[in-house]
Nanobody, 126 residues
Framework: QVQLVESGGGLVQPGGSLRLSCAASGRTFSSYAMGWFRQAPGKEREFIAA????????YYAASVKGRFTISRDNAKNTVYLQMNSLKPEDTAVYYC???????????????????WGQGTQVTVSS
C-alpha cells in the first residue's frame, strides 16, 4: 500500500507560478512511475504529466507542455509539478498518482495508476 499527499496548491494570478509536491509513504517510492492529473468543476479528469521510476523519461499533455515540469526526488519520496505561466483554465484540483510501470501508451490513462492522493486546489484568477 502507498499513501500519497499533495501540497502546494493555492491562489495565483494569471502568468504566475506554483510548485506542487506529492509526498509518498513507504520504502518503494523509487520503483513507481508517478503521474499528475487534474479535474476542474464540471469537467472530466485529465492527464497532465508523468515521470518514470528513474526520472529520465517524462510525458506531458499538450495543454501544459512547455509550461509545466514534472520531476522527482526519490531520496525524499517526493514528486513535483512546477507550473509556470499559469492560465485561468489551469484552475482545478490536482492529483498525484503512482503506477508500478508506465509506457507511452499507458502513462496518460488513469486506470494505469494504483494509488491516488487526495488532491490540492489550484486557482488561477485575478
Amino acid at each position: 500500500q502507498v499513501q500519497l499527499v499533495e501540497s502546494g496548491g493555492g491562489l495565483v494570478q494569471p502568468g504566475g507560478s506554483l510548485r506542487l509536491s506529492c509526498a509518498a509513504s513507504g520504502r518503494t517510492f523509487s520503483s513507481y512511475a508517478m503521474g499528475w492529473f487534474r479535474q476542474a468543476p464540471g469537467k472530466e479528469r485529465e492527464f497532465i504529466a508523468a515521470i518514470n521510476w528513474g526520472g529520465g523519461t517524462t510525458y506531458y499533455a499538450a495543454s501544459v507542455k512547455g509550461r509545466f515540469t514534472i520531476s522527482r526526488d526519490n531520496a525524499k519520496n517526493t514528486v513535483y509539478l512546477q507550473m509556470n505561466s499559469l492560465k485561468p483554465e489551469d484552475t482545478a484540483v490536482y492529483y498525484c498518482a503512482a503506477s508500478p510501470r508506465i509506457n507511452p501508451f499507458t502513462a496518460t490513462l488513469g486506470d494505469s495508476y494504483d494509488y491516488w492522493g487526495q488532491g490540492t486546489q489550484v486557482t488561477v484568477s485575478s
